[in-house]
């Protein structure tokens, strides 16, 4: 169903005026993890000064080891959701559990897919049966072939608006956090027609790399640009290393726009 073979025109996902796959970029920015209402907020009147139209944030997040920040869970989702109303953004948020789907449904707008839930099948086929969006992540050890077949896992339950997302993959360099399949994009284009986005942020893990890289997907032909924003990043609860504050925000949108 995802194959460029069976459509050849590409997808297109309109979702609060933004139309992911037309050709032009689109970005998601905002937090790692929802931690306040404040601190959402004021990333939110950031993304909205840029002129953009979506938010992202973490409730629900699946953290590598047990004892680190895991989320504020559906009370992170009713702070993206009061967000949402008061800044007119449409909120990208991760679900990790099939059983949470349909509730979430009521909070958020674009339903993100881990790269560690890439392959959980059964969430996989509860977001196909819903009729929000979904970004689907790589999978950190995916081969191209293995994110396509769960592409198809959502797309086989109905549900055809996914954006995949590159978020980098293992490999034994350990100058990135995961390093950024650039190369992805292209391929991930001529084997489907779903919009593709590249996540700038997890895929270098390194802030001084945020620029080049969205410069890199930019070029090779994503759709679009994923980064994670936080008002303080030296206090954030997650991802503390490679979140750029809200003037670094602005000034990599202002040269990644030149
Ligand atoms: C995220 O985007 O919040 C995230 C956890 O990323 P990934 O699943 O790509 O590691
Ligand atoms: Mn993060």
Redesign the pocket.
């Given at each position: 169903l995802v194959s460029r073979k069976k459509k050849p025109e590409d997808t297109v996902i309109e979702i609060n005026g933004e139309k992911f796959g037309d050709g032009d970029p689109h970005f998601i920015f905002g937090p790692?993890s929802v931690e306040s209402y404040d601190q959402v907020a004021e990333v939110a009147k950031a993304v909205k000064e840029q002129g953009f139209h979506l938010i992202?944030g973490?409730a629900f997040?699946?953290r590598t080891s047990p004892y680190d920040f895991q989320g504020l869970g559906f009370e992170g989702l009713e702070i993206l959701k009061q967000i949402s109303n008061e800044y007119g953004l449409s909120v990208v948020s991760?679900i990790v559990n099939p059983a949470h789907i349909e509730e979430a449904a009521d909070y958020i707008d674009v339903i993100?897919i881990?790269?560690?839930n890439m392959q959980n099948f059964e969430l996989l086929k509860a977001a196909g049966e819903t009729n929000k969006p979904v970004l689907l992540?790589r999978g950190?050890s995916a081969t191209i072939s293995d994110f396509i077949n769960a592409a198809e896992y959502i797309n086989s339950k109905g549900n055809g608006d996914i954006i995949l997302?590159e978020?980098g993959i293992r490999t034994y360099e350990k100058a990135t956090r995961n390093t950024l399949d650039i190369t992805a994009v292209p391929i991930l284009k001529q084997e489907t027609h779903l919009p593709v986005m590249v996540?700038v942020?997890?895929s270098t893990g390194r802030r001084d790399l945020l620029l080049p890289a969205a410069k890199a997907a930019l070029a090779i032909g994503a759709d679009g640009v994923?980064a994670?924003v936080h008002p303080d990043p030296a206090v954030a609860l997650s991802d503390s290393a490679q979140q750029m504050d809200i003037p670094t925000f602005h000034q990599f949108m202002e040269n990644l726009r030149k």
């Open positions: 790692c992202r973490g997040k699946p991760e993100q881990g790269a560690r992540k950190m997302c978020r996540d942020t997890h994923m994670e």
